[in-house]
């Protein structure tokens, strides 16, 4: 019994712990320049925190598209993607005076908050194999 036990765990172990392709596709893109940044989180405690992702993800906009796709690899969890439109290629959101994005930017769950970010539970969603995931840019 012991040895069955251990061939399931030999087999079943990999699988759980082998990440998952989650290819984002981002909507609404208003042109082509820069690229699109994703920063995922796993907890609400960490939510838009600086260096508190579990993974971040980068990629360039087809030339003359309105939507881009970027692919992450995650292990199977619950998280929350936070995106933005990088147009002028300097790594960060672009806010004005009062902190407004200047660039796209979107959330997992298309989630909106009133006066600010979502909060973390309205825009978790769940890995558990690959899968496609479309979020709509706001601008």
Known sequence: MKKLIMVGVLFITPLILTAAEVSFVMKNLKNDEGSIRIAIYNSAESFLKPGKTVSTCSGK??????????VCELK????????????????????????????????SNNAKGSLGPPEYEDATFSVAGDMEYEITLIY
């Open 61 to 70: 906009i087809p030339l003359n598209k309105k939507e881009a796709r970027v």
């Open 76 to 107: 199977s969890g619950t998280y929350v993607a936070a995106v933005f439109h990088d147009e002028n290629g300097n790594g960060q959101l672009d806010t004005n005076f009062i902190k407004l994005p200047q660039e796209g930017y979107g959330f």
